[in-house]
């Protein structure tokens, strides 16, 4: 996985989402002891969505954050957008998720005018793109002025007394557990592998002001390795 790139890369995540898509939220749910539902809360009560408001759910996956918008805020107007039909599939299916739309959709290129949402959420998405400066533009543009991009994902914890914990939990617990679950140990070892490589919390903050936001912020979670940041648009789209 470490030596793969650009489009390659992006097929290889693909399919491994569409192989766990069905015991995708029950595994999201025991990897983090059921924390992801107060996490994705916190998400969308930062994306302020006024009443009426637009919300894209970019990587919804199984459309959890549309889910947790429409419970927030019932007047809203989510949308739930992701480059797997069989996680979509999988969400569409779910009770709560009667309502609202779902769009095939790559991070890169967005299939929406600019300026029409008033927030654009995410869950553990940006570590999976395979180029995060865009896809971050792409997110600034669709937002109207004023609106407020969220993000929740993994991200390098500092080193610290809890690191060897931390690395036994990412590299054998989580994978042993996910082939238990899934059947699918390899898109487990992913997980580790990639939050690994990506950015720190600081560095996913400087990208956000590199691509045009502004108050922008971060929140670490369990024991730094999970943050969840935010960011506001002022001024036009380019």
């Not at 749910?29 to 970019?58: H, S």
């Not at 950015?199 to 999970?226: D, N």
Request: hydrophobic share 45%; net charge positive; aromatic share 8%.
């Amino acid at each position: 996985m470490a030596s793969l790139a650009g489009e390659e890369r992006a097929r290889y995540v693909q399919a491994m989402f569409a192989r766990i898509a069905r015991r995708y939220d029950l595994m999201n749910r025991l990897m983090t002891a059921g924390q992801d539902i107060r996490w994705r809360r916190e998400v969308v009560r930062r994306a302020q969505l006024p009443l009426g408001g637009r919300l894209l759910d970019l990587g919804a996956g199984t459309g959890d954050l549309a889910r947790e918008a429409r419970r927030q805020q019932p007047s809203g107007q989510p949308v739930a957008a992701d480059f797997t039909l069989e996680m979509m599939r999988v969400g569409k299916a779910h009770p709560a998720s009667a309502g609202f739309p779902w769009a095939a959709a790559d991070a890169l290129c967005l299939p929406f005018e600019g300026e029409v949402f008033d927030a654009v959420v995410s869950g553990f998405l940006m570590r999976n793109v395979v180029d995060l400066p865009q896809a971050l533009r792409e997110q600034r543009r669709v937002l109207r002025p004023g609106g407020r991009v969220v993000i929740l994902d993994t991200t390098r914890p500092a080193h610290n007394l809890l690191s060897p914990f931390i690395r036994l939990h990412l590299k054998y617990v989580i994978p042993t557990l996910g082939r238990l679950v899934t059947g699918v140990g390899e898109a487990y070892t992913y997980l580790p592998d990639s939050t690994q490589a990506f950015l720190t919390a600081e560095q996913l903050a400087e990208e956000m002001w590199l691509a045009g936001f502004s108050q922008v912020g971060y929140r670490r979670l369990m024991f730094g390795t999970i943050a969840i940041h935010w960011g506001q648009k002022v001024g036009q789209s380019e």
